[in-house]
């Protein structure tokens, strides 16, 4: 056998749409006589804000990351003062251009930004007599706010309070002006961002407000990141700009990546290559720190015309002029007040002719406080004798302003509009539409009618909804929020008027992220999809951080939450076929009651006729997060009166009584509450029947939405389900132990409850039918437990009335 091998022909990647520049060799000769007049006003402008990051460290308490805030700052300086369209008095506006700190650790450089840029149009349109371009007070970030980086609302030192210093999160938050998403957690920004370009481009088609993403190279190597790039090119999502600050350092490691024919330590690829291959637009700058090669790359990216996205890699270093460089400048720098701090500050000591007062004596946290307040005023002062800085800054964020306003960006024609929702009657959760009315006895799936309804609420707002799944669009029957809409894929080129996003395949990671992200906007609702065992765990970092988002929106603005739509479909043991690794009954327990009031609403429906009132009811609550739990088997449609439950309607109110039990007769059996459609379809159906048939006096509840019941007024809670009941109730439930504790809080109704985990393991594959037998949740098994536990309760409540004194 011939072992000799020759080689290939060289690999070639599939022809690209879009393009690739090292602006080195693009760069025009002699550069723009506008950019050299720039310059030097840019070049001061780098030297305070770099100053700026090295204050911020040293008084917070030698805490943050100022490497990577250092080695971005002449990237986003060149965007906020040349590049961007953006109103600066208006830091909400839906037309202007967007910036996004995916990397959300260089939240020290964003503030020392921002409270640079406020401080130079604060001054320069004084000097200038130019009326005021500062948006109010509350919707600023000030130089004095700067007291606040790192620091709790409830701190008390003496200029925090005086000058009402805001609070600022060590990662961004939408607290911050011109913040729409909160980043940080590791690979969300990407996608997030993307999210917002995608509510942009979907609302203003033509000329679309772009998306500036911050972002570096270790921030790219989560899974989620490469999902979203693919996304981003495959629905050409051309008003994209990805900005990479490519230092190659992170926290463990000073070569992240491949480069220079020397193996990357993390990857082996570099921000260029894995752009490229995902088909963006690239354009390398292999000085990061040059302004002339920085301003022709970003002029260059805003002219293409391939419709992709677009990504700049800029080679940097971490920390470049700091004193500290590389890996030990990412969340590390100089000791408090040391020398070598003092030392970082003496470029713009010497360029200034002015010294920052040395501190000394004792460090509390009153005396640093004001040693900080007062280095912050020697920033203020060469600012106020700085006229270059001052005038020229404040002339650059006037015509920023003046070119958005020649865009002239008006709403496209029958554009989104999710008005209807949230304002007047037209929709009513006791209004079921004609085509949710279903006749007695015909079967639907719960995942089938939760995507009619969808469907109902996207056509009433023009095309709101927009979903995607991971590979089970028609599986999960979120496919039918398009109906009525342009078939196939959403694209922005080819194809704008779809409600589908593909988001890279099976990649429920960036899914949850970009419809948050494209929720955050706020014209849309995002929808993502996929079976409850994957999408609740692998979207919960998004969750999260789209609920801290919207809450730090709410706090500042007022405006009520954006909502994002976490279908959990296929959900818990009725998927059994698929076995344990999908059919999983925790998915419930990572969502309900794991985030602060009003931020999340879960939704555990049984009949598909539920579905509606419990849709709408909880929509125009306005959560930032809803969490529909569906299952995957057809569902027989049953008459509620018959079976003498009440209307579906009473669902909206997060628990119902399916029997109120009579406490003034002799015999009295307890409380049985339920949850998920498993062992509710079987309770209604084979168990109720036995019960009625055996005379026991029981209360039953089913619970559709514990985050609904208390959004409830406590005295109507106590009507529905009096608290007292929870310390004899059991419960049966095909989810976890745990999401039934609202209800259950005896120990002895806790032992009695049956639940999927039971029995000590997992349950094993097979049918619905064999799995929730395993589980002991059969109707045999129910009504065996049931009875038990009326039996002891019979004899409690014999006791009782035979001893009245022990009541």
């Not at 005021?132 to 509350?138: H, V």
């Not at 007024?713 to 007292?724: N, T, Y």
Request: one cysteine or more; glycine letters at 8%.
């Amino acid at each position: 056998m011939n072992t000799t091998l020759n080689k290939s022909t060289m690999f070639t990647l599939n022809p690209r749409r879009g393009v690739y520049y090292n602006i080195a060799d693009a760069l025009p000769t002699p550069p723009s006589l506008h950019a050299q007049i720039e310059l030097p006003f840019f070049e001061q402008l780098d030297l305070v804000y770099r100053t700026l990051c090295s204050i911020l460290y040293n008084f917070v308490p030698t805490s943050g990351h100022p490497g990577g805030s250092i080695s971005s700052g002449r990237i986003v300086e060149m965007l906020l003062y040349r590049t961007m369209n953006y109103d600066f008095s208006h830091p909400d506006s839906k037309r202007a251009d967007m910036i996004s700190y995916a990397a959300g650790h260089k939240a020290m450089g964003l503030y020392a930004m921002w409270a640079l840029r406020n401080e130079l149009v604060r001054i320069g349109s004084k000097q200038l007599g130019v009326p005021n371009l500062l948006a109010e007070e509350k919707r600023q970030l000030r130089l004095e706010d700067l007291l606040g980086f790192r620091r709790n609302p409830t701190n008390e030192t003496p200029l925090f309070r005086k000058y009402s210093a805001k609070a600022l999160d060590g990662h961004p938050t939408c607290a911050t002006p011109f913040i729409r998403i909160a980043t940080g957690a590791s690979g969300v920004g990407v996608p997030a961002s993307l999210g917002l370009a995608l509510g942009a481009i979907d609302l203003y088609p033509t000329n679309s407000p772009n998306v500036h993403i911050i972002e570096g190279e270790g921030g790219m190597t989560p899974g989620r990141v490469h999902e979203a790039l693919a996304a981003a090119a495959t629905s050409q999502l051309h008003n994209v700009f990805l900005h990479v600050d490519w230092n190659q350092a992170s926290i463990d490691s000073n070569r992240v990546c491949s480069e220079n024919g020397e193996p990357g330590e993390y990857v082996q690829w570099n921000p260029v290559e894995l752009c490229y291959l995902h088909d963006w637009n690239v354009i390398f700058v292999p000085d990061g720190h040059d302004f002339t090669q920085i301003v022709a790359a970003q002029e260059l990216a805003t002219s293409l015309t391939t419709k992709q996205p677009t990504a700049i890699v800029y080679r940097t270093r971490k920390g470049w002029k700091y004193g500290i460089e590389g890996r030990e400048a990412h969340g590390a720098g100089h000791k408090f007040c040391s020398e070598q701090y003092y030392s970082s500050l003496g470029e713009f000591e010497q360029a200034f002719n002015i010294m920052f007062p040395r501190f000394t004596g004792e460090s509390s946290p009153a005396r640093v406080e004001e040693n900080y307040f007062e280095t912050l005023m020697v920033i203020r002062k060469v600012l106020e004798n700085n006229s270059l800085l001052t005038q020229t800054a404040t002339k650059q964020i006037a015509a920023s302003r003046e070119k958005l306003a020649k865009k002239h960006l008006t709403v496209r024609e029958h554009a989104p509009s999710l008005s209807t929702l949230y304002t007047g009657n037209e929709l009513d959760p006791s209004d079921i539409p004609a085509v949710l009315r279903f006749t007695p006895g015909s079967s639907i799936t719960l995942r089938e009618v939760l995507g009619k309804a969808l469907n109902i609420l996207n056509k009433k707002t023009n095309g709101a909804l927009v979903a995607s799944a991971a590979d089970l669009l028609g599986s999960t029957s979120v496919n039918q929020v398009n109906t009525g809409f342009a078939p196939g894929f959403f694209n922005a080129a080819t194809n704008p008027g779809s409600r589908l996003v593909s988001i890279g395949g099976i990649c429920e990671d960036a899914m949850g992220a970009m419809m948050a992200g494209l929720a955050s906007y706020g014209s849309h609702i995002g929808i993502t999809s996929s079976y409850s065992a994957f999408i609740a765990a692998l979207e919960h970092v998004a969750a999260r951080l789209h609920g801290i988002g919207q809450q730090s929106k709410e706090a500042v603005t007022g405006e009520p939450y954006n909502t994002w739509i976490m279908v959990n479909a296929h959900a818990g043991v009725k998927t059994g076929e698929d076995g344990p690794t999908h059919a999983d009954p925790q998915a419930l327990q990572l969502l309900q009651e794991c985030f602060p009031q009003n931020v999340c609403i879960t939704l555990t429906p049984w009949d598909p006729q539920e579905i509606w009132p419990l849709l709408v009811a909880a929509l125009k609550l306005r959560p930032a997060i809803l969490a529909p739990f569906v299952t995957r088997p057809p569902e027989k449609i049953i008459d509620r009166a018959s079976f003498g439950l009440p209307s579906a309607l009473e669902a909206a109110k997060g628990i119902y009584a399916i029997r109120t039990a009579d406490r003034t007769a002799k015999q009295y059996n307890g409380t049985i509450v339920l949850q998920g459609n498993g062992v509710a379809s079987i309770f209604v159906n084979e168990v109720l029947p036995r019960i009625q048939q055996t005379g026991l006096n029981m209360n039953i509840f089913y619970v559709t939405s514990v985050e609904l019941f208390k959004t409830l007024p406590a005295s109507e809670q106590e009507k529905i389900f009096p608290e007292a009941l929870t310390y004899e109730a059991m419960g049966i439930t095909d989810f976890t132990l745990p999401t039934l504790y609202q209800w259950v809080r005896s120990n002895d109704g806790i032992r009695r409850t049956l639940h999927s985990f039971r029995g000590g393991h997992y349950l094993g594959s097979g049918s619905a039918a064999k799995v929730l037998e395993e589980a002991g949740v059969h109707g045999n098994g129910q009504f065996k437990a049931i009875n038990e536990y009326a039996q002891f309760m019979e004899k409690q409540h014999r006791y009782r009335v035979s001893h009245p004194e022990m009541a």
